[in-house]
Every structure is written in structure tokens, then in C-alpha cells.
């Protein structure tokens, strides 16, 4: 069976969600599938489960707004549904390697990335370093 416009939808919807809190139950209103299904149609499709996505699409536009306004970073983990600034330090951290006021400081370029067909948002960045030991950001 092809889940092309389940997923579809579910991205659409997170991405049209991301600065609020998810409210799951008009997800499964929209798309006429339960949680449940949607959720295990999510990751086998996609190879995650949806709330990581979620919480990496937060995270990604998060990361955009550090970057693009004066907010405080309290004021940005509030925005976007997170309960204080030490929980959302720590989620930023484990998906891009910095807090989010190192984050801010190194100021990289955020790529923008196809989320699905026809949806594209801000690109989750991860952390490497080059060869000179430095700390570098890739898409």
C-alpha cells in the first residue's frame, strides 16, 4: 500500500504546527487513521518515530529563529512548546551537538531541506569538525 499522502499530510501538518504544541487528535481528524496507524506508517516510511520528528522540526525552526532574531532563547523554547530553556537546551543539544547560545555564537548558514513532496523546511544542522579542529556545521 502506497502512504505517499499520509505522510504528506502528516508533514504538512507539523510543519503548519511547529511553533504550537501538536495537537495529535486533529491530526488523526485530518487524516482519518488512528494514532496508532499513523504513528507505525510514519516509521516504517520514513525510518523514525514521529515524535523525534516532531521534535526535530521544532528544533530546526528553532534553530532558525537564534539565528534570525534577538528573541531570548527562553522566549524561543516557549514559542515552540518547550516547558523552560533547560529542556529545550538539552533537546537542541542532542540533535545539533551546541546549546543553543553556542549555536547562536557560531551563527552558521542553515540550508533548507525537502521534507517531502512538495513541503521543504529549515535543515536540522549537525555538528563536525574539520581537520583543523575547528568547529564546522553541515545540512
Not at 98 to 119: E, I
Not at 127 to 136: F, H, N, P, Q
Request: proline residues 4%; aromatic residues 10%.
Amino acid at each position: 500500500m502506497n502512504h505517499y499522502i499520509l505522510i504528506w499530510s502528516v508533514c504538512t501538518f507539523v510543519e503548519s504546527h511547529v511553533r504550537e504544541e501538536i495537537p495529535m487528535e486533529e491530526l488523526v481528524h485530518q487524516t482519518g487513521f488512528s494514532l496508532a496507524h499513523i504513528r507505525d506508517v510514519f516509521r516504517k516510511c520514513t525510518g523514525k518515530p514521529l515524535s523525534r520528528y516532531v521534535q526535530e522540526r521544532k528544533i530546526a525552526n528553532a534553530a532558525q529563529e537564534l539565528l534570525d532574531t534577538d528573541r531570548t532563547i527562553l522566549d524561543i523554547a516557549v514559542h515552540y512548546g518547550f516547558s523552560g530553556r533547560t529542556v529545550f537546551s538539552r533537546a537542541f543539544r542532542r540533535h545539533t551537538g551546541y546549546t543553543p547560545s553556542r549555536f547562536r555564537a557560531k551563527a552558521p548558514v542553515l540550508a533548507r531541506v525537502r521534507l517531502c513532496a512538495g513541503v521543504y523546511g529549515v535543515a536540522l544542522p549537525r555538528k563536525w569538525e574539520d581537520d583543523s579542529g575547528s568547529d564546522s556545521y553541515t545540512t
